[in-house]
């Protein structure tokens, strides 16, 4: 069964950092473009990055270019967002995606208080 699950958000001060985990099973991280996208009340769905394969090039939203970083881990079959100098207007539920399989994680919260 293909399944995403997300895990190390929370609430963390602005300047901050957190390192979002995104761990699959039913298929392989490396096979796959993968991506990072976030929602936050009242506003768009916005693609935060993306990692592309096999090659590992990747993407990033202007708005947190220099800050996150993506990348994967095909040992453990996990994808990671590093997220460094965390803003207000970082906050969202985070999700991760593989849109080629059609299946995303059920998210997990990052707050970033001012």
């Known amino acids: 069964q293909v399944q995403l699950v997300e895990s190390g958000g929370g609430l963390v001060q602005a300047g901050g950092s957190l390192r979002l985990s995104c761990a699959a099973s039913?298929?392989?991280?490396?096979?796959?473009?993968m991506s990072w996208y976030r929602q936050a009340p009242g506003k768009e769905r916005e693609l935060v990055a993306g990692?592309?394969?096999?090659?590992?090039?990747?993407n990033y939203a202007d708005s947190v270019k220099g800050r996150f970083t993506i990348s994967r881990d095909w040992i453990k079959n996990t994808m990671y967002l590093q997220m460094n100098a965390l803003k207000p207007e970082d906050t969202a539920v985070y999700y991760c995606?593989?849109?080629?399989?059609?299946?995303r994680g059920q998210g997990t919260q990052v707050t970033v208080s001012s």
């Open positions: 995606n593989v849109p080629d399989l059609g299946v």
């Open positions: 039913g298929f392989t991280v490396s096979s796959y473009a």
């Open positions: 990692i592309g394969r096999p090659g590992s090039n990747t």
